[in-house]
Structures are given as structure tokens and as C-alpha cells.
């Protein structure tokens, strides 16, 4: 939080990152409640304790290290690791591990050869399998483990108990939550088909919530101006896409529903083996002419969900 003396009473604003450096790791770091306090009011709080026979609070001593875990290198290399793999479903889960902030750049590079050699082995659907089973393992491990040899074993247990079963009617969705700081993955999770996604490979599809760092929906104080993170990081989201994994994802759609959960479709750009190149655009008009609705949005949606009833999130 920042103070705006110029404001009387939204006097402190929201922000997503401190400046540009700190926007390359914000996006990677786990949580941390820090509150910065002025020395004189540090000493003041502190004689009111002693005053009033409270324990004196302690200093606590951190050391820092600077270790460039997401340096441009680092994330340069990740990404030609991307492109040389070739399987986004699979990028998808080393990501998670990355934006989730359960391993760092380094800790993830131990995995990555065992991973493409996995997935020359077993395919695509298995090695993403084993990654989100490698996620869940380390992520609810109370002690640390050696990284190489909790991918071993899970890569050795049956296929059949790593894959997820699916039923008629559903696809494999994947899940993004954008935070004020973070973009958080999940999934894919198996979830009722709609008209437009079940004509298409569900890879390509993303459903996205718009969430506070708290996984909790956004909440107002009247004390803080909230314009800046919603025009900021809200609107750059939407306007400018997510680029995860090495593919580029543009906002598609939503419904009047699910709106109101703060939820999104978005889309990346493909080619379809009998129609060509697929957009979000494309798909958009392929519903119909909206163009006496669109400059207002509510209404919009609103046609676009008539016209398309399944499509909802």
C-alpha cells in the first residue's frame, strides 16, 4: 500500500508490483505479510508495551541471499525448453510448479530431462499426469524430499492411477486465477462441455477468475483506491492477454452468471485441421452480428449467452 496524501479519505492505493524489476519476480513469489513501520512509532509501540507490562516485541534477524531464480536468463532458458518439448499440456504443469511457487527455477531444472524423456516414453496425457501428481506430492510433503527421486517413484506407479477418468459430456478445463501480484494454475479439472469448446481441442481454453490474493473475491475499503489495480492489472489482463507457458491466451468470453463470480474464457489461437486458423474473434462472430450491442458490454454478453445458451462457466 501506498500513501496519496493529495486523497482525503482513499488516501492509500493498491499496486501489482513495486517497479518493473520487482514485476519480473512478484509474479513467482510466494506470500509474505510485511509491514513497514516508521522507527519513531517502531519505539514509540515498543515504550506502550513496556509500559503496559507486555512482553517487548522481538527483532527478528533475516538473511538474504540474491540467488536470480527468475532472472530473464533463467525464464529465456525455460522458455526455449518450452519450444523444444513441444507439448503445452505438459509446459502447463512445470508452470504450476513455477507460478504456484512450490519449486524455483533451479529446483525445477532437475526434473526437466526426466520430463521430456518421460514424455517420449508415455506420451503426452501420462507425463502430465505424473506432473500433477508430482505437484500434489511435493506441495503436501511435510519434509523435504529429493526432487529426482519423488519424480522416479510416481513415474513408476501405474498409468491407470494417475490419469483422471472422464465422463461423456465433459472436457479437460484449465484453470488460471489472476491475483493482484500472481497468476495461479490449476488443473486441468474435468468440466461440463459447452457449444463452443467441445468443437475444439480443450487445450486451447482457459477459464479464468479474477480473485485477491486471498483466493477470497475482491473487497472494497472505502479508505483505499482501488481504480489503479482494476485498471492496471484487471484491464491489462483482459485487454492485452496471459501469456503462459510459451502460448499466448486472448480474453474470449463470459456470461451475465459468471460474471458475477468475476470469471472469464480465454483463448489461444490455433489451427483447425478443415478451418483454418481459429481466433477469438472468429469464434465471436461465428455466434452472430452483436455489433448493436457492443458498446454495452452487460447486453452483449448477455445476446452472445441466447445465442450460445451452453456456453457458460
Not at 474470449?252 to 474473434?281: E, K, Q
Amino acid at each position: 500500500m501506498h500513501r496519496d496524501p493529495s486523497k482525503r479519505l482513499k488516501y492509500r492505493r493498491r499496486i501489482e508490483s513495486l517497479d518493473a524489476a520487482h514485476a519480473q519476480v512478484a509474479t513467482y513469489a510466494t506470500q509474505v505479510c510485511v509491514t513497514l513501520y516508521d522507527l519513531v512509532d517502531l519505539e514509540t509501540f515498543t515504550d506502550a508495551c513496556m509500559t503496559a507490562k507486555v512482553t517487548r516485541p522481538k527483532h527478528m534477524a533475516f538473511s538474504l541471499e540474491k540467488h536470480l531464480f527468475f532472472s530473464r536468463k533463467r525464464m529465456g532458458e525455460l522458455s526455449s525448453w518450452y519450444a523444444r518439448l513441444d507439448s503445452w499440456p505438459v509446459a502447463f504443469q512445470i508452470e504450476a510448479l513455477l507460478r504456484n511457487g512450490i519449486l524455483n527455477t533451479e529446483e525445477v531444472k532437475c526434473i526437466l530431462e526426466p520430463t521430456a524423456a518421460f514424455c517420449k516414453e508415455r506420451g503426452v496425457e501420462a507425463t502430465a499426469a505424473l506432473l500433477r501428481a508430482f505437484n500434489e506430492r511435493v506441495r503436501n510433503s511435510t519434509s523435504r524430499q529429493d526432487l529426482s527421486t519423488v519424480f522416479s517413484t510416481l513415474g513408476n506407479e501405474s498409468q491407470t492411477r494417475l490419469l483422471r477418468t472422464r465422463t461423456s459430456g465433459t472436457h479437460m478445463c484449465y484453470h488460471v486465477t489472476v491475483t493482484p501480484t500472481r497468476i495461479i494454475l490449476e488443473g486441468p479439472y474435468p468440466d461440463k462441455s459447452n457449444s463452443v469448446v467441445s468443437n475444439f481441442d480443450s487445450e486451447y481454453f482457459l477459464r479464468a477468475a479474477f480473485k485477491d490474493e486471498d483466493g477470497q473475491p475482491y473487497r472494497w475499503d472505502r479508505e483505499v483506491d482501488s481504480r489503479e489495480i482494476l485498471q492496471t492489472r484487471v484491464g491489462d489482463v483482459l485487454r492485452n492477454g496471459i501469456d503462459l507457458a510459451g502460448r499466448h491466451f486472448d480474453f474470449l468470453a463470459y456470461s451475465n452468471s459468471a460474471i458475477r463470480s468475476h470469471c472469464v474464457w480465454f483463448m489461444a489461437p490455433f489451427c483447425h485441421a478443415s478451418r483454418g486458423l481459429i481466433t477469438a474473434d472468429i469464434i465471436r462472430s461465428s455466434l452472430g452480428d452483436f455489433s448493436k450491442t457492443s458498446k454495452w458490454p452487460a447486453r452483449y454478453a448477455a445476446r452472445m449467452a441466447q445465442v450460445s445458451v451452453t456456453f457458460s462457466l
